[in-house]
């Protein structure tokens, strides 16, 4: 006998993903714009927000974190969805790599001569493009079933 309850005859549908092209600019912005907040939470805590690179101070800016937040995020992703074509499998060990690579990142920050407020905003700027990658991968992995 058939239920007339349409509850018990509807399913409960999980997540969706993304076709790639849509997660990488989605992560590309969703980075972009996360970083720039912690950009301006770390200017308005006091971080000095200068590095010195090359013997030369050098202050960083809406722009750089924008230009290195939107590109990190688009390559790692795109070169992830390619080299998923030929294993199927990578997106995962790509999410992998992805945290991997957010974790060695934080070498750089905490290890420059700066204030701890500069360091801790930009390693906090590391790890949300890492997770967000991370995500990106997700949804196109939840894409492809």
């Known amino acids: 006998m058939a239920s007339t309850n349409p509850a018990a005859t509807h399913t409960v549908q ?6 790639a092209w849509q997660a990488v600019i989605c992560a ?7 970083n720039v907040i912690v950009l301006i939470i770390g200017d308005a805590a006091g971080a000095s927000l200068v590095l010195e690179l090359n013997g030369k101070p050098d202050e960083i800016g809406a722009a750089d974190v924008i230009i290195v937040s939107v ?28 945290a991997a690579v957010a974790v060695v990142s934080l070498v750089g920050p ?7 407020g500069t360091a801790t905003t930009i390693a906090v ?13 997700e949804a196109i992995r939840r894409s492809r079933g």
């Open 14 to 19: 999980g997540r969706r993903g993304l076709p």
């Open 28 to 34: 590309a912005v969703i980075a972009a714009v996360a």
């Open 71 to 98: 590109l990190a995020p688009a390559v790692g992703v795109t070169a992830a969805v390619l080299l998923a074509r030929w294993r199927p499998g990578f997106l995962r060990v790509a999410q992998i790599l992805a």
């Open 110 to 116: 905490l290890t420059l001569e700066t204030d701890g």
């Open 125 to 137: 700027m590391h790890l949300l493009v890492g997770g967000i990658a991370i995500a990106a991968l």
